[in-house]
């Protein structure tokens, strides 16, 4: 079945690499996460038909009779990525490139799904964001999913802004909750790149939306990032990755004004007829890739 899509690539898709056993594994939306175990079933797997490759390295014309070539991408700089994966892509020496948030290193913020989630999981604030939904969309949801949907169609720095405003009168009637860093810093980041195995891209400033925002903003978090990368590692940014695989023709044109290649969220291996900035990859989740035969059904386009 592989030998299928000799001369081709596949780009992997991963966000948060936690033991099943970590606190925040079962909390997490599951399309955003994959086991450490799984992931090492899958560097392990990947090896055995698949040339792991660099993403700087992708070409979209390889000979017809090369092994099929795998590209190996995390998005949203989780520092999970240091502590869990990091050590396995040591551990097989693959090479991997992880997608950043400019204005998210070096802070505790969160992104707005998971401050829902932390709001949502202490009763006060449950409370108060509650109130605030009833008063701005009249709604009595109260679910995880649910809230998401309803708050997705607005844009991400209202949803943002939102979530703000209900976290600051929490805290403003002493109801402070510890919040654990998720992002990863610049002193993590400095380390993988030495180890040559870790490559950066960029993610946008703020992981919005680009297809909600004006095209003047898309194009300020399309450059700003690469710029702020730039100086923060002292290397070049020549990847983007689209937040939330949302973009628009001009988002493109844009972004391949700035940048050599960018990954989308749309589904695929890559081929001499795949446009550069807009590379398909196979997202991977726990649930549907963690047994051999799922893991290679996925990856083959089964399912
Ligand atoms: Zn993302």
Redesign the pocket.
């Known amino acids: 079945m592989i030998r299928r899509h000799k001369g081709q690539t596949l780009i992997l898709s991963y966000h948060r690499i936690l033991p099943a056993t970590h606190s925040e594994y079962k909390s997490m939306q599951p399309g955003m996460v994959v086991s450490e175990e799984t992931f090492r079933n899958h560097m392990k797997w990947l090896t055995e038909y698949l040339d792991v490759i660099r993403l700087a390295d992708l070409k979209m014309q390889r000979p017809q009779s090369s092994q099929p070539a795998c590209v190996i991408t995390l998005?949203?700089g989780w520092v999970d990525n240091y502590t869990y994966a990091y050590p396995i892509l040591k551990e097989f020496d693959l090479p991997a490139t992880i997608f950043l948030v400019s204005n998210m290193i070096d802070t505790n913020h969160y992104f707005w799904p998971e401050k829902l989630g932390l709001l949502l999981n202490n009763k006060t604030t449950k409370a108060l964001l509650e109130t605030q939904i009833k008063a701005k969309y009249d709604s009595d949801l109260s679910d995880y999913d649910g809230l998401i949907g309803l708050l997705k169609s607005e844009d991400d720095k209202s949803i943002i802004q939102f979530l703000d405003s209900v976290e600051k009168e929490a805290e403003s009637s002493d109801n402070i909750f510890e919040k654990e860093r998720q992002i990863l810093n610049r002193k993590e980041l400095i380390e993988m790149a030495r180890s040559g195995l870790v490559d950066y891209g960029s993610?946008t400033e703020n992981?919005i939306r680009l297809d909600k925002v004006s095209i003047k903003q898309s194009i300020h978090e399309i450059t700003e990032s690469k710029k702020c990368l730039e100086t923060l590692l002292n290397t070049t940014i020549s990847a983007f990755c689209y937040?939330?695989g949302s973009y628009t023709s001009e988002v493109v044109d844009a972004v391949a004004n700035v940048y050599e290649l960018a990954c989308t969220t749309d589904s695929g291996w890559v081929n001499e007829k795949s446009n550069r900035h807009m590379l398909s990859r196979i997202m991977l989740h726990d649930d549907i890739s963690n047994t051999r035969s799922l893991f290679w059904g996925r990856l083959l386009g089964f399912f």
Do not use: K
């Open positions: 998005d949203d993610h992981h937040p939330n």
